[in-house]
């Protein structure tokens, strides 16, 4: 028999493909990429120069360098009471522990929704309701029944995030491949362990892009909650900063929020990358 | 010795014209290949589902050794046209999943995945993500899977469908190594007339409109090759050209094709 050969031809397949993406592609994502950074280049430019020629007043808009100073004193000294990375890490301690929360919740329901119609009929209203409402409306009524605590903004964060991670993970759940259910029923996988070892590994791309976009709402959702009664965190320090008309310290606290979700987008790439290096490439 | 017997089963979509499958009855013994053929359409897919249990038919039953089959089990193992393995699981991984569900400990699992990894020839490769495998490599892995649950029965939907036509030949020799060696009963479904008379030991001939089946034929070819005659000698004989005529005439009823 050749099975000799059979292996050699099958290892021959197994080297990965080279990448041959065309030149003409390469070429227009260099030149996206260059016209990108001298948008960014030509913003900072102009705004140095309105600040140099005192187009605007320094109350209002003061020079990139006094915010970049700005990064330096508070991280150093402190705006009210507190220094740059207690207020980034009050912040930072209330979005994930929000994500936790609803992770620990809106997963299963996602679950439920997915693979019940008794879960989707229970679920879907409630989400449906939810998920269009701004944070801010309900903020108020949080804070009636909860105080204005650490644990209502945690709330308040935590159910902005709920419909995005539960509608991805049902959707991800609606998507798992049938030949991949019943190759695992007809080996003999009970109920749970179909949930378990087949639907919730398949659904965990769909469910990290959930994240992702929970997230950003949560980091959204976090300012706002801040502005009512904390005496810690990045919304708290712009908030303050705006009422005593520290603008420098306004636009760094905006700088701050915008670094932090850039990393955290970067962070979750790779995450996905890591967790999930199948997806897309079966 | 484990008998699959199918008895009158019938499968009615609603809002279809005809029936998916009228009065359908045959049985697998172990070691018997049964092979379905037939066109499009006539139902070899709709009762290899049912047999798998993942199908309740409108009518009949199908029994494993007496027992009314009502569900999926490991007893009646699926191998799909598209392998359906696990991406976020290694090949051993996804071999070794089926041993979990046997409740077989967790250091015998990557000894016998291995071993079985060897069974259809990927000796080494236990350790390769799923992505990285061709077709054919997956579909073995995926027929390793199906046998790491020790099924008396042994279903395949069109395994060797989506394989291009030289890996689809080291492919039937593979699974006839394997029905020899396990000698299990199987029940494959194909489109390849050549592939149902080289491997199976009874062809089983379906037709649309409704689906059912016309005509069971005897055919020795496969156990020629486990006495060690070649494929390509069994290929050659005129008796195989012979009985390829005579099923083309069954399928197609007559029709000049």
Redesign the interface.
Known sequence: ???SI??QH?IA??K?ASPVTPRAKVNELWSTRAISIATILIFFLAWSLSAYFKLVSPVFLPSPLAVLWKFYSVAVNGFVDATLWQHLSASLIRVFAALFFSLLVAIPIGIAIGVSSIGRGIFDPILEFLRPIPPLAYLPLVIIWFGIGESSKILVIAIAMLAPIAISTASGVRGV?H??I????????SRI?LVL??IL??A?PSILTGLRIALGTGWTTLVAAELVAATRGLGFMIQSAAQFLVTDVVIMGIFTIAIIAFILEVGLRRLERWL???SG?? | MPHLAVENISVHYSGQQWPALVHASTSVKSGEFVVLVGRSGCGKTTLLNVV???MKPTDGTVRVDGKLVT????D???V?Q?D?L???LNARENVA??LK??GISRKERGEIADRLLGLV?LDGFGD???????G??RQRV?LA??L??QPAFL?MDEPLGALDALTRE?MQ?LLLDIWVESKTGVLMVTHGIDEALLLATRIVILAPGPGRIVREIEVGFGRRYAKGETVRSIKADPAFARARAEIEDSIFDGETV
């Open positions: 028999m050749t099975l059979e292996t099958d397949e197994l990965p491949s030949d991949r019943n190759a695992a029923k007809t080996l003999g996988a362990q070892n087949v590994p398949s965990t999930v290096p199948w490439r079966e | 798998a249990g993942l569900h999926p089990g490991a009646r193992a699926l799909f598209n359906a696990f991406p976020w999943f089926a569900l046997r020839k390769k993500s799923i992505w990285e495998l061709s054919g490599m995926g899977r199906a790491a649950a279903l080291r020799t």
